[in-house]
């Protein structure tokens, strides 16, 4: 049956390329804004002190003696400064990027984010919260679990996450019964 | 669930085989990359007289005084490990595919890698310059390169997912109602039309990349 092309189905390296463009677009978009700004947004400034207090929080509930000071926190015998990029900041604009621009309606990508980006600050809590413990009872193991460690599981846990989002959320349809 | 359950244990695994491998092998790899970056500061008057690993950072020695430069290149591993594992992880590809993706991915990396470093070290300044800002807004590529790469070399690794199953279809049954029907294209584009509910549903394109038309 001839077809006329407009209603050919996108092909598997349209929408991919299609999902590449919309993608390094918003990455490198959002990505550029501490540099334009020459510093980063203040939404993600307000996050450092945030993240600070709930870092403190965690600690304390943990037996240590904390004291926070904006976005310095100092427990035991150790302290640690939040910067905007301890905030999560790179995973929530690659999870942002990759949500937006993968095929799939409004209303689900906006579900997406609704769980994806709470979902990666706990992560990176968490991640914050075993670096103070490794600080304080191995700090040898410090820079290690900082740039190595830390940062491959937050990335594959962005990755998972998204693979989460689209398998159960973007999902597929329901098995029609065959009739005949 | 199974399919997802699958890859983010494999994901898991490999990520921890090649952290392993990397505590190994890491320091080489640095080296290696460290000579490749010579070949261009050479060609860029740089001058460099040899170079050392420093844990997590390679030292360029220059002739021209005052431009020894320290680089970290933590994100190199970071990006190594990231890619291989996803590459790995996903399923089902051919192993030549597979193998030869992931060296294509890996020595793109690596390129990335090398053409970083280069620009860190000809363009280095302590203030804060706008080729400094260029430099600095590279790093992070360093994270999201790999898994761009895996989207680009393995497609089928994040568009396999969310899929329906190909056991889901039969070849003479409409995927979008179940009726069954002889000729199925034909029966979508006259009972559904070819709008975003027939043809160009998600149900229809899978069915279209099964059987084709």
Known sequence: MARDRKSKPPSRRRQVVKFLVIFFGLWAALWAVPYVLKTFPPGVRGLCPITASWLGGILSLLGFKVNVDGVFVSYGSNGLSIIAECTGYTALVLFFSVVVAYPSPVTKKLLGLAIGFPLILAFNLFRLVIMALVLQYKPQYFDFAHLYFWQVALIIFVVALVVFWIEKLVGREKTLPVSS | ?213
């Open chain 2, 1 to 213: 669930m199974r399919k997802l359950f699958l890859f983010l244990l494999k994901l898991l695994m490999f990520s921890l085989c090649f952290f392993v491998i990397w505590l190994l092998v890491g320091e080489y790899t640095l080296l290696a990359l460290g000579y490749v970056v010579e070949v261009p500061l050479k060609l860029w008057g740089y001058q460099p007289t040899g170079l050392q690993i420093e844990g997590k950072a390679i030292h360029f020695f220059s002739a021209l005084p005052g431009r020894s430069r320290v680089c970290d290149v933590e994100l190199t591993p970071v990006g190594i490990i990231i890619f291989l594992s996803l590459a790995f992880a996903t399923a089902p590809v051919r192993l030549k595919r597979r193998l030869r993706s992931a060296l294509l991915g890996l020595l793109l990396l690596l390129a990335f890698h090398a053409v970083y470093l280069t620009l860190r070290v000809l363009l280095f300044s302590p203030a804060d310059t706008s080729q400094m800002m260029l430099v600095r807004f590279l790093a992070p590529a360093g994270i999201l390169l790999p898994v761009a790469l895996w989207i680009l070399l393995f497609p089928t690794g994040l568009f396999g997912f969310g899929k329906p199953a190909a056991t889901q279809f039969r070849r003479n049954v409409c995927p979008v109602c179940g009726t069954r029907k002889d000729d199925v294209v034909a029966h979508i584009v006259q009972a559904h039309g070819k709008g975003k509910k027939g043809l160009k549903s998600r149900m229809a394109r899978r069915y279209l990349e099964l059987y084709g038309e």
